[in-house]
């Protein structure tokens, strides 16, 4: 049995195709029931993705089995499903579930609800000893890829570098107020992210209150016009800023002493809306579009270097992932090896059970003892060995085929 | 023979702090390397410790560099509490090293012997150092997570576009566990000054009680400080000065209370 993948994804295949082919988590764990018929089974199925991953003996029938219930997913015929399908076995397909385990194959690199969906998708799937250790290897990775690497914390945009630097000043978001200025997109955006990682909006301040009102009911949030937010903004831990306003719109006097409660100011607007001299004031952080884009470009700088670094992990744990297996396919040999010692070992002990005499009970076991231990010091080098060369023999082996 | 134990416990204490420096330049494995060493390294020491603990008769660190093998192992053992998540590898980087240093200095000066001679059964004594060096660890540890706050409060206030780069722990995480750290100290404290008040009639009042008295007074004025009135950055300051007032005592005490 070998591992093996028939699958679509975001790189090669279009919304329209990969939404019918989509499954919820029911229908994925009555698919991959129906796909391991003979064998294993486990579908993941994402925005982003669909991939069947089977361990079958018949890999070939195995693949012409998950090529046609994708088809049958997506109501049209396997031939039209053909330009977006992936197919790919040995360690190419365990390379490739490491590498969407650790967020490397994600539209945003290193975002982290994948590993979540990879452990669903597991918890659900119809495993057998193959895919179990392969799942749990997979996860290993994606835990592995995050505390060994920045790659998770690599902001692409502003707005996700507003985000990472209010998770760097309280930790986790869950119960963080958000106030944002200015009802437009920009801002709103990052609210959204900030929203996403836990925060609460508390309220929206704007110049025409209908548009405040409008977002503040989007985000769950109250609006409050612009003339007070002075006094709203006390209650807030992270102001976001991004009107059009040709003026200061929070100045240094509307920030009241926060009393060891530190306050990150996201000022998104040029020109821009929050006094610098904000920054001043202590447990007071304020960020400008200039600052934010800083970090972008020095994270962008380091994510290259992370993502090798991602990469590199995946790839040695693929090789040890194979290594397993290789020394998995020869426990069947080293079991009748030593099955067949042992049979050696008893039948000689009772050819000498005439010569040795009335044995006590302790003298019968150090004498068991004895032989076992020769049996088993005698058999060790061969087993390891055995592995040795099934592990080489791997390493020689096949190409993996890749297809689609 | 359970002194050499030391030598596993300085390897892997000294694996830490190397192994540390070299994730602080580069992320990655040295980093769960370094965990690895201090793991290792503490349970080495616990080891020893129980050892000597076992072959003396009565509380076995009442040298100096006896009390220092202790202080090192309640150091270690308070950063490992949370230490060995990835976000505080840079704490390891100051603590490592200056715990593989003091108990090279300690093997050294003797540290590491079972002296049955001068172990100590007076029940107040014990408690009273015990506790203090306790006391001084945690407060030790606080001083680190201090020092790691402003640093982080600087980087944050001067916006360097690097900063999540550093993998640093969120600003907050760190204030939570300074405070945290200084309030379990300070009932420690407090349980040691107890114990050397009652020893009180029999010794008399030295200048190491009122100097812990002080400690005691200026970490509470610390926990106030933080939590009645806000005063972040000064409590993490005040946490810094408290590092050497727990110097002096630390140095105090194994000087006057131990042989």
Known sequence: ????????????????????????????????????????????????????????????????????????????????????????????????LFRVAAGLDSLVPGEGEILGQVRTAYEQGAVGPLL???????????????????????????????????????????????????????????ARRLIKRGAELTFVANRTEERAQLLADELGGTSVPLARIADAIGAADIVVSSTSSADYVVTRQDVADRRGRPLLLIDLAVPRDLDPAINELPDCYLYDIDDLEAVVQETLAGREAEFAKAEAIAVSEAARFRDWLATREVVPAIASLRERAEQIRRGELAKASGWLGELSDRERDAVESLTSQIVNKLLHEPIVRLKEAAVAQEHHGPENRVEG | MAEQLVWPVLFAYGEAAIAYAGNARSPGSLGRLATWGVRIGWLAQTALLVAQAMRADGFPW?????????????????????????????????????????????????????????????????????????????????????????????????????????????LMTLDQLTVATIAVSLGALTVALLAGVARMPGHGFDLLIGGAVGAWLLYAAILYLRLRTGRRALAARLALVGLAVVFFLQLGLMLTHVA
């Open chain 1, 132 to 190: 179990d250790r392969l799942f749990r290897d997979a996860l290993h990775t994606g835990k592995r890829v995050r505390t060994e690497t920045a790659i998770a914390e690599s902001p692409g945009t502003t707005s996700s570098a507003a985000a990472a630097l209010a998770a760097q000043v309280f930790g986790d978001l869950g119960g963080s107020r958000i106030a944002i200025v200015g009802a437009g997109e920009i801002g709103a955006l990052a």
């Open chain 2, 62 to 170: 009442t040298t100096w560099a006896g009390s220092l093998n202790l202080f090192v192992w309640l150091v270690v053992g308070a950063y490992l509490i949370w230490g060995c998540s990835p976000r505080f590898r840079l704490l390891g980087l100051a603590v490592m090293p200056v715990a593989a240093a003091l108990l090279a200095v300690s093997y050294v000066a003797g540290g590491m012997e079972t002296a049955t001679a001068t172990a100590s059964h007076d029940v107040l004594l014990v408690g009273h150092i015990a506790f203090a060096l306790a006391a001084f660890a945690g407060f030790t540890v606080a001083a680190g997570l201090a020092a790691l706050e402003l640093w982080e409060e600087r980087l944050l206030k001067r916006r360097r576009a690097g900063i999540l780069q550093l993998r640093l722990p969120s």
């Open chain 1, 1 to 96: 049995m070998n591992v093996l993948l028939v699958g679509t994804s975001h790189r090669l295949a279009p919304v329209e195709v990969r939404e019918r082919v989509a499954v919820d988590a029911d229908g994925a764990a009555e698919l991959a029931g129906r796909l391991a018929t003979d064998g294993e089974a486990v579908c993941l199925s994402t925005c982003n993705r669909t991939e069947l991953y089977l361990a079958a003996p018949d890999g070939a029938a195995a693949v012409h089995r998950a090529t046609a219930a994708l088809a049958e997913l997506g109501g049209v015929p396997a031939e039209e499903l053909e330009p977006y399908l992936y197919r790919l076995e040995h360690e190419a397909a365990v390379v490739h």
